[in-house]
């Protein structure tokens, strides 16, 4: 009997039909699923970049994304769609394998999406929001975690069976009180330092009303609550110490949640003092309110039930069901019954590390030395890791104690650095920051709205919560402001400091970096980073001009939020700052002429920066309409529609003005211009924020623009420097660190057209790639020429590298019509087709001299061909057999071929797909490398990265010395010495 064949599986088109009718998806969105999916399967089922997919996970990643975009993107006009938490339990999968390789799957349909939806698709998306809110609540759950198992013992409250189990009915009150507390008030816990607040809050409540015998620790000796007064333990003050929360914040949220449990039970509280109990031995009551039945041992399973039931309805916040956070404190959903017995596709265990540099992983810990009066510890000292909630509760503590105790307005010695300009300023400066943070922190506009809050929206946020966050940016903004000002005035370079005060773009970047700064601190998902830049009207590039010097003139600032600054100038530096419409390029057209023609075509020039009053009105319109938070799309070219409300406007000229202005400018000397970099500190800082074409007073006739195009080039190169040299310790040649980085400082100084719309590691590859291509490097995991694979393999397992940096590359082109276009192509076609004819010149340079043409032997024959026939009068037979007991056969190069080759100009430079085994050698040498490669075996490569501990130096020398000295101005001092040698990966 024959035996029968497998059944095939099911066509994806099946399975998203199947997917819909389990999830009861409604008929117009499972349409609008299944075209979508119709027209992008050609694209989204090509495996992930990142680890190793089937086919089978990559069906689901792939159903899972066109599902999400049709329930958000159509479902959301209609009032309809499901949610991603029951997508993501349908097709099996959890967040992080979700959030990881969305972005990928949304940039390879990109086009459709736009078509279908609009351009701002990625912002109605809302898929980086949610991520972070995912993050934030799984860091909450966690912290709720670990303290309830502190405080209280594991033992189930059903004491008849005796058993206990992992997740006791204490600790799940505890929570759906929690999520009770946030659905009443969302905006509270949009940021983790008040869901922090608010969950102290809970376990000060359970505390004080779980009986005493579910504590782990008494009363007496206790190294959980030491503060202590006449009365006993005050508990309040207790728990502010252990978690570094506010006492008075902590106190006001114990007040809302004391009159949440008094609506929802209806049961009203009494002071404590009034009740003898048990639990309250020993503490001091005052201020202390207390439920009689609220867990009595009668009433606490059908108080539990109700909260659930009142969880199932109203906790499930926009695409997230809250209540799974606490079952699994790993990202949500877990998956059942996934294929292999695997309920993870592959995604390690999540790092810590919400506010460190992308460029290491900081493995930092904190010392928290234990009370004196605690007899239990005595003298000694607890360690306690750094996590995203230590270094929130942390930071805010400094934001607390050292920058809330400063005047709200300005202090007597900054009025008299603005009193005496030459007009006092004061009243300018006031009523700026105070407009600017109201577009930041919008309040006035939110006082009549009601329903439902998205994520993206400014509205998100109560007007006490924006008018704290309005009041700790505008005092640090005032402090860090008098700091520079006192700074200055002792530059002998500069006499007048009304330059810098008048200067408008100089007090915006001041506030935002200040109101950045109060938002990393609160760590809020609801304005993320870029979002300060478009409610203040301004571009990466300036502010990346301000981020030194606020580092430099905060001493106080916390090592946690520096490296938050130092993200973000990466950030700046890699790839925002190069972006269409920044501010850079009016710079550029002032320093580099030659440049303009280019500028002005594709359209890259910056808008004048919107007005005070325009920020505010543009603010409210983002409140009606678009999501405040801008997405981060690509760059597009200047044929694309671009948003008339663009956030990019600094140029105080217009366009046409400063070009036409520069093309009648003789250019300027432009060699060695990024090595005059190290005399561009010495400026002040108001020849930083001056206007592109206004001239330096410290530098004659240098304009302005060249000390900030110069300042900014020496932090590109100090960038590219350590990326450079990571990267050529991963592929195993560090000895060829210099040369790259010699090819990438003549391309940014000489070829700085290649930057624009462009990130800077795609740069660092091509640059890579080809000294290893002319020099003809081997691969230190196979016996062949390194490859651009195996480059992007090591890049990879970088931990800045994203998949588009390296998939989506702009290229300008142009359309049939004549206008100018854009398209985006992988690393390799932007390596063949641009790169290497624009730095051709400068990889000729680096040909070994031993092969160069001057170099070839006398009658010009290139070594390993072989040698034409003594005898010139007798016909070349060809091919010729060169081996007695091997079938080879070789020929010699025409002419024409052997000229090319000898050229260096004409040499082969280009990569591509499946390469030879060893570039500019003839077949016979060849041979070698073949049999090499059908002999080889492969080996398994441990590809565990090996993280690095990033140290205090570090941070400063990315963003300058605390003590008011600048860091190393050379790039190339980030080679050597090595802090600490990094072992390659083996």
Same mark, same amino acid.
């Given at each position: 009997?024959?035996?029968?064949?497998?059944?095939?599986?099911?066509?994806?088109?099946?399975?998203?039909?199947?997917?819909?009718?389990?999830?009861?998806?409604?008929?117009?969105?499972?349409?609008?699923?299944?075209?979508?999916?119709?027209?992008?399967?050609?694209?989204?089922?090509?495996?992930?970049?990142?680890?190793?997919?089937?086919?089978?996970?990559?069906?689901?990643?792939?159903?899972?994304?066109?599902?999400?975009?049709?329930?958000?993107?159509?479902?959301?006009?209609?009032?309809?769609?499901?949610?991603?938490?029951?997508?993501?339990?349908?097709?099996?999968?959890?967040?992080?394998?979700?959030?990881?390789?969305?972005?990928?799957?949304?940039?390879?349909?990109?086009?459709?999406?736009?078509?279908?939806?609009?351009?701002?698709?990625?912002?109605?998306?809302?898929?980086?929001?949610?991520?972070?809110?995912?993050?934030?609540?799984?860091?909450?759950?966690?912290?709720?975690?670990?303290?309830?198992?502190?405080?209280?013992?594991?033992?189930?409250?059903?004491?008849?069976?005796?058993?206990?189990?992992?997740?006791?009915?204490?600790?799940?009150?505890?929570?759906?009180?929690?999520?009770?507390?946030?659905?009443?008030?969302?905006?509270?816990?949009?940021?983790?330092?008040?869901?922090?607040?608010?969950?102290?809050?809970?376990?000060?409540?359970?505390?004080?009303?779980?009986?005493?015998?579910?504590?782990?620790?008494?009363?007496?000796?206790?190294?959980?609550?030491?503060?202590?007064?006449?009365?006993?333990?005050?508990?309040?003050?207790?728990?502010?110490?252990?978690?570094?929360?506010?006492?008075?914040?902590?106190?006001?949220?114990?007040?809302?949640?004391?009159?949440?449990?008094?609506?929802?039970?209806?049961?009203?509280?009494?002071?404590?003092?009034?009740?003898?109990?048990?639990?309250?031995?020993?503490?001091?009551?005052?201020?202390?309110?207390?439920?009689?039945?609220?867990?009595?041992?009668?009433?606490?399973?059908?108080?539990?039930?109700?909260?659930?039931?009142?969880?199932?309805?109203?906790?499930?916040?926009?695409?997230?069901?809250?209540?799974?956070?606490?079952?699994?404190?790993?990202?949500?959903?877990?998956?059942?019954?996934?294929?292999?017995?695997?309920?993870?596709?592959?995604?390690?265990?999540?790092?810590?590390?919400?506010?460190?540099?992308?460029?290491?992983?900081?493995?930092?810990?904190?010392?928290?030395?234990?009370?004196?009066?605690?007899?239990?510890?005595?003298? &000694?000292?607890? @360690? *306690?890791?750094? !996590?995203?909630? =230590?270094?929130? #509760?942390?930071?805010?503590?400094? $934001?607390?104690?050292?920058?809330?105790?400063?005047?709200?307005?300005?202090?007597?010695?900054?009025?008299?650095?603005?009193?005496?300009?030459?007009?006092?300023?004061?009243?300018?400066?006031?009523?700026?920051?105070?407009?600017?943070?109201?577009?930041?922190?919008?309040?006035?506009?939110?006082?009549?709205?009601?329903?439902?809050?998205?994520?993206?929206?400014?509205?998100?946020?109560?007007?006490?919560?924006?008018?704290?966050?309005?009041?700790?940016?505008?005092?640090?903004?005032?402090?860090?402001?008098?700091?520079?000002?006192?700074?200055?005035?002792?530059?002998?370079?500069?006499?007048?400091?009304?330059?810098?005060?008048?200067?408008?773009?100089?007090?915006?970047?001041?506030?935002?970096? &200040?109101?950045? @700064? *109060?938002?990393? !601190?609160?760590? =809020?998902?609801? #304005?993320?980073?870029?979002?300060? $830049?478009?409610?203040?009207?301004?571009?990466?590039?300036?502010?990346?001009?301000?981020?030194?010097?606020?580092?430099?003139?905060?001493?106080?600032?916390?090592?946690?939020?520096?490296?938050?600054?130092?993200?973000?100038?990466?950030?700046?530096?890699?790839?925002?700052?190069?972006?269409?419409?920044?501010?850079?390029?009016?710079?550029?057209?002032?320093?580099?002429?030659?440049?303009?023609?280019?500028?002005?075509?594709?359209?890259?020039?910056?808008?004048?920066?919107?007005?005070?009053?325009?920020?505010?009105?543009?603010?409210?319109?983002?409140?009606?309409?678009?999501?405040?938070?801008?997405?981060?799309?690509?760059?597009?070219?200047?044929?694309?529609?671009?948003?008339?409300?663009?956030?990019?406007?600094?140029?105080?000229?217009?366009?046409?003005?400063?070009?036409?202005?520069?093309?009648?400018?003789?250019?300027?000397?432009?060699?060695?211009?990024?090595?005059?970099?190290?005399?561009?500190?010495?400026?002040?800082?108001?020849?930083?924020?001056?206007?592109?074409?206004?001239?330096?007073?410290?530098?004659?006739?240098?304009?302005?623009?060249?000390?900030?195009?110069?300042?900014?080039?020496?932090?590109?190169?100090?960038?590219?420097?350590?990326?450079?040299?990571?990267?050529?310790?991963?592929?195993?040649?560090?000895?060829?660190?210099?040369?790259?980085?010699?090819?990438?400082?003549?391309?940014?100084?000489?070829?700085?057209?290649?930057?624009?719309?462009?990130?800077?590691?795609?740069?660092?590859?091509?640059?890579?790639?080809g000294v290893a291509k002319v020099l003809g490097l081997q691969s230190k995991v196979c016996p062949l020429l390194l490859s651009f694979k195996e480059v992007l393999n090591n890049y990879k397992r970088e931990p800045q590298c994203k998949p588009e940096i390296f998939l989506s590359i702009y290229v300008g082109s142009r359309n049939r019509n004549g206008s100018l276009g854009s398209r985006h192509v992988d690393i390799i076609t932007f390596y063949n087709e641009v790169f290497v004819p624009a730095a051709k010149p400068f990889l000729v340079t680096l040909i070994p001299s031993g092969t160069r043409p001057e170099d070839k032997n006398a009658n010009g024959q290139i070594p390993g061909s072989p040698k034409p026939s003594p005898f010139s009068n007798l016909p070349d037979m060809s091919p010729k057999k060169v081996s007695a007991s091997h079938n080879v056969y070789v020929s010699p190069l025409r002419q024409t071929k052997m000229d090319a080759l000898l050229s260096p100009s004409s040499r082969s430079f280009y990569a591509c797909i499946g390469e030879g085994t060893h570039a500019f050698q003839s077949p016979s040498k060849d041979?070698?490398?073949?049999?090499?490669?059908?002999?080889?075996?492969?080996?398994?490569?441990?590809?565990?990265?090996?993280?690095?501990?990033?140290?205090?130096?570090?941070?400063?020398?990315?963003?300058?010395?605390?003590?008011?000295?600048?860091?190393?101005?050379?790039?190339?001092?980030?080679?050597?010495?090595?802090?600490?040698?990094?072992?390659?990966?083996?």
């Amino acid at each position: 009997m024959a035996a029968q064949t497998p059944p095939k599986p099911p066509a994806v088109e099946a399975r998203l039909a199947d997917l819909c009718k389990e999830l009861g998806v409604e008929e117009g969105v499972a349409g609008e699923a299944a075209a979508l999916l119709e027209e992008g399967k050609g694209a989204l089922l090509v495996s992930p970049s990142f680890g190793s997919r089937s086919r089978e996970d990559a069906e689901r990643l792939c159903l899972a994304f066109v599902l999400y975009c049709a329930a958000r993107l159509k479902g959301r006009k209609e009032g309809s769609g499901v949610r991603l938490c029951e997508i993501l339990k349908g097709c099996k999968l959890e967040y992080d394998d979700f959030f990881k390789e969305a972005q990928q799957l949304g940039l390879k349909i990109d086009k459709l999406l736009e078509s279908r939806y609009g351009l701002d698709w990625e912002g109605w998306l809302e898929l980086k929001q949610l991520e972070s809110l995912v993050k934030l609540l799984t860091d909450a759950s966690r912290f709720y975690r670990k303290a309830y198992n502190e405080l209280f013992s594991s033992a189930s409250t059903d004491q008849k069976s005796g058993s206990t189990t992992n997740t006791p009915e204490y600790i799940l009150f505890g929570w759906h009180l929690f999520l009770m507390l946030r659905s009443r008030s969302p905006e509270l816990f949009k940021d983790l330092v008040s869901c922090i607040h608010g969950l102290v809050a809970v376990l000060a409540i359970l505390l004080i009303h779980v009986p005493s015998k579910f504590r782990s620790f008494t009363i007496e000796g206790s190294s959980h609550l030491i503060k202590r007064t006449e009365k006993g333990v005050d508990l309040i003050a207790s728990l502010c110490h252990n978690y570094h929360t506010s006492e008075d914040r902590l106190k006001d949220m114990m007040g809302k949640s004391h009159k949440a449990i008094e609506d929802f039970f209806s049961m009203k509280a009494i002071s404590a003092s009034e009740c003898k109990i048990e639990n309250l031995d020993k503490i001091d009551t005052d201020g202390v309110m207390y439920f009689k039945v609220l867990l009595d041992e009668e009433c606490f399973q059908s108080n539990l039930k109700k909260l659930e039931k009142l969880c199932n309805s109203n906790t499930r916040e926009g695409e997230l069901d809250l209540q799974l956070f606490l079952i699994n404190n790993d990202y949500i959903p877990r998956a059942e019954n996934s294929p292999g017995g695997s309920t993870n596709l592959g995604c390690s265990k999540r790092v810590f590390e919400t506010l460190a540099s992308p460029t290491k992983t900081i493995k930092s810990m904190l010392t928290v030395p234990s009370s004196p009066s605690s007899p239990a510890s005595g003298s &000694s000292v607890k @360690i *306690v890791q750094m !996590t995203p909630v =230590t270094s929130a #509760m942390t930071t805010a503590k400094w $934001l607390r104690e050292v920058i809330s105790s400063s005047p709200e307005k300005p202090s007597s010695n900054l009025q008299h650095f603005l009193s005496s300009c030459d007009m006092d300023l004061t009243n300018d400066v006031t009523k700026r920051v105070s407009k600017v943070l109201e577009a930041i922190f919008p309040t006035k506009s939110s006082a009549d709205r009601g329903g439902s809050i998205g994520l993206n929206c400014a509205n998100a946020f109560d007007i006490p919560w924006a008018e704290a966050r309005k009041r700790e940016a505008s005092k640090l903004y005032y402090r860090v402001l008098e700091a520079i000002c006192r700074a200055e005035s002792q530059n002998k370079n500069v006499n007048n400091l009304t330059p810098l005060l008048s200067n408008e773009r100089f007090h915006r970047c001041l506030i935002a970096c &200040s109101a950045e @700064i *109060v938002l990393a !601190t609160h760590k =809020t998902v609801i #304005m993320m980073f870029p979002a300060v $830049l478009e409610s203040t009207g301004l571009t990466a590039f300036d502010l990346s001009k301000i981020i030194e010097n606020f580092v430099r003139h905060e001493e106080t600032l916390p090592r946690e939020l520096k490296r938050h600054l130092n993200s973000l100038e990466e950030q700046l530096l890699e790839s925002m700052a190069w972006e269409k419409g920044s501010s850079l390029y009016n710079s550029l057209v002032v320093t580099r002429p030659s440049l303009a023609s280019e500028i002005n075509r594709l359209g890259l020039l910056a808008e004048p920066m919107p007005s005070l009053d325009h920020l505010v009105a543009r603010q409210n319109i983002h409140v009606e309409g678009l999501p405040a938070t801008p997405s981060k799309k690509r760059a597009v070219g200047p044929d694309d529609n671009s948003d008339p409300q663009s956030p990019k406007r600094l140029c105080n000229e217009s366009r046409n003005t400063v070009v036409e202005r520069n093309l009648q400018t003789p250019p300027p000397k432009q060699s060695h211009m990024v090595s005059s970099s190290l005399k561009a500190k010495c400026h002040p800082l108001q020849s930083t924020f001056a206007s592109p074409t206004v001239s330096n007073p410290v530098g004659g006739n240098e304009k302005c623009a060249e000390v900030t195009v110069q300042i900014f080039f020496s932090k590109i190169l100090k960038l590219a420097a350590i990326r450079i040299r990571n990267l050529c310790e991963r592929v195993q040649h560090v000895e060829q660190t210099e040369r790259v980085y010699n090819l990438f400082k003549q391309i940014l100084d000489q070829q700085t057209a290649l930057f624009f719309n462009r990130h800077i590691d795609q740069l660092i590859l091509c640059c890579l790639y080809g000294v290893a291509k002319v020099l003809g490097l081997q691969s230190k995991v196979c016996p062949l020429l390194l490859s651009f694979k195996e480059v992007l393999n090591n890049y990879k397992r970088e931990p800045q590298c994203k998949p588009e940096i390296f998939l989506s590359i702009y290229v300008g082109s142009r359309n049939r019509n004549g206008s100018l276009g854009s398209r985006h192509v992988d690393i390799i076609t932007f390596y063949n087709e641009v790169f290497v004819p624009a730095a051709k010149p400068f990889l000729v340079t680096l040909i070994p001299s031993g092969t160069r043409p001057e170099d070839k032997n006398a009658n010009g024959q290139i070594p390993g061909s072989p040698k034409p026939s003594p005898f010139s009068n007798l016909p070349d037979m060809s091919p010729k057999k060169v081996s007695a007991s091997h079938n080879v056969y070789v020929s010699p190069l025409r002419q024409t071929k052997m000229d090319a080759l000898l050229s260096p100009s004409s040499r082969s430079f280009y990569a591509c797909i499946g390469e030879g085994t060893h570039a500019f050698q003839s077949p016979s040498k060849d041979l070698a490398a073949i049999n090499n490669r059908l002999n080889y075996t492969s080996r398994r490569i441990n590809t565990r990265i090996n993280f690095d501990m990033v140290s205090d130096s570090v941070v400063a020398g990315s963003l300058g010395q605390p003590n008011g000295g600048s860091a190393s101005l050379d790039p190339a001092a980030a080679f050597s010495p090595l802090s600490k040698k990094r072992k390659p990966d083996s």
